[in-house]
């Protein structure tokens, strides 16, 4: 079936670029999306990309696509701590189900 | 923004009992609504989704008569655990799709965390 993987822990210092990589295995995904986490919480958008796309940036936050390699990452310019938090990768599949990595948990150190 | 209600935020109950879970769009209509379960430190796991009008369709291992979902209206869908035992523990999630957008876009409720006791 299809899998979309990514590591499972990050921790960076205030201040410093975080860097969460995810790689996903269906050739026909026509959209990839972070979503965020917070504990006990439901999951929030933060951003997507369409598949014919390799960059979006949006505000703090870039998305790179690498789509030969089936490779997506999320960049957290100057992270801050509130930026903890579990992030998922998710791809969607043909029609509207959308499949989650494990997620990231990302810690950031005052 | 798009706002994903659901109720009740946590629950315990005793085993044999059912319980019930609402998820309600609260400022859009949503065609389609899916259920997730989530293990503590894992990702969602997709259970059913749920298709206003229509039966819900259940993900392979997943027990319909165990997990009854019901989507009467273009906002509410429900899930019903019934006969609720220990390993029915968890935290369950609902999303929602805006009918007519196709970006694909999952709004998530806050989650319900049931604990079986």
């Known amino acids: 079936g299809e899998d979309v993987e990514q590591s499972l822990f990050l921790s960076v210092r205030e201040g410093d670029s975080s860097v969460i990589n995810c790689t996903y295995t269906d050739s026909s995904s026509t959209y990839l999306y972070w979503y965020k986490q917070e504990p006990g919480a439901g999951l929030q958008l933060l951003t997507y990309?369409?598949?014919?796309?390799d960059m979006k940036q949006d505000q703090r936050l870039t998305v790179l696509l690498n789509k030969k390699d089936k490779h997506l990452s999320l960049r957290i310019a100057d992270t801050q701590t509130g930026d903890s938090a579990i992030y998922f990768c998710a791809e969607r599949e043909g029609g509207f189900k959308t499949i989650f990595g494990a997620g990231t948990r990302l810690f950031v150190k005052a | 923004g798009a706002v994903v209600s659901q109720h009740p935020s946590w629950v315990i109950c005793k085993s044999g009992t059912s319980v019930k879970i609402e998820c309600r769009s609260l400022d859009f209509q949503a065609t389609t609504m899916f259920w997730y379960r989530q293990f503590p430190k894992q990702s969602l796991m997709l259970m059913a989704t749920?298709?206003?009008?229509?039966?819900?369709?259940?993900e392979q291992g997943v027990e319909k008569d165990k997990f009854l979902i019901n989507h009467a209206s273009l906002t509410l869908s429900t899930l019903t655990v019934t006969s609720a035992h220990p390993e029915d523990s968890s935290f369950y999630i609902c999303?929602?799709?805006?009918?007519?957008?196709?970006?694909?876009?999952?709004?998530f409720g806050e989650g319900s965390r049931l604990t079986v006791l």
């Open positions: 990309i369409f598949s014919n796309m």
């Open positions: 999303s929602a799709r805006e009918a007519g957008t196709n970006t694909g876009e999952l709004f």
């Open positions: 749920s298709n206003e009008g229509s039966k819900a369709t259940y």
